[in-house]
């Protein structure tokens, strides 16, 4: 007797024993598959550029911008020469947010306490901030004690060093006049026991002889 096999069982017995690749042709543009490593093209393009001159000209080009830059800072935007004098109180004190300790952990000051700066780091000279592209501030600035640290906010400090025999800073970014809320110049900031007195000051305007 033969036995009958189901009709699922039939089709499977009759497809193909492996399967059948099938050609679907070409479906769009082919391009050849070209990695080169990001080193290899960095270091064309470097030699490259050392060949066509590239490379010394961008060197001179970053040297004349960095020398520029220390001779002739960007001025402290916002300020403008004082009109009229006027004078105010800056108090340094802070109030700690984390306690300070010592090198051996030794406790020297407990979060929230109120610390004065000025009760252990003295300002040993006054600070007078001044444009130096004005004669006239530069002039009234060495006429003050001559022990005070003179902070342009404009103008060239390599080449006034040199030309007045005196140190001079630059206040980069008007970080401390920001912080002293200064806003013309000539300005001083001098200590005053705990506190700092801070000035600006209106020069008087010279008359020019007929």
């Known amino acids: 007797m033969r036995a009958v096999l189901p009709p699922i069982a039939l089709s ?4 193909p024993t492996q399967a059948e690749a099938r050609d679907y042709g070409q479906r769009g543009a082919l391009f050849p598959i070209v990695e080169r490593d990001l080193l290899e093209q960095i270091h064309s393009r470097l030699v490259a550029m050392e060949k066509s001159g590239e490379t010394a000209r ?6 004349r911008r960095t020398i520029a830059r220390v001779s002739r800072p960007d001025p402290v935007p916002g300020l403008i020469r004082a009109h009229e004098s006027r004078n105010w109180i800056f108090d340094p004190t802070i109030t ?23 009760d252990s780091v003295k300002l040993r000279a ?13 002039r009234w600035a060495l006429e003050q004690d001559s022990k005070a640290k003179l902070i342009l906010v404009k103008g060239a400090p390599l080449e006034l060093m040199k030309a007045r025999q005196r140190r001079f800073y630059f206040d980069q970014a008007g970080k401390l006049t920001a912080k002293f809320n200064i ?14 007195e801070v000035s600006e000051i209106a020069l008087p305007t010279r008359k020019v002889r007929p």
């Open 12 to 15: 499977l017995a009759i497809l």
């Open 96 to 118: 700690l947010a984390a306690d300070i300790r010592g090198a051996k952990g030794e406790l020297i000051h407990a979060a929230g306490t109120r610390v004065n700066p000025l």
């Open 126 to 138: 006054d600070l007078l901030f001044l444009d130096g592209d004005d004669p006239a501030q530069i």
């Open 58 to 63: 961008l060197n001179q080009e970053l040297k």
């Open 183 to 196: 806003k013309a110049v000539p300005a001083r900031v001098r200590q005053q026991g705990r506190i700092l």
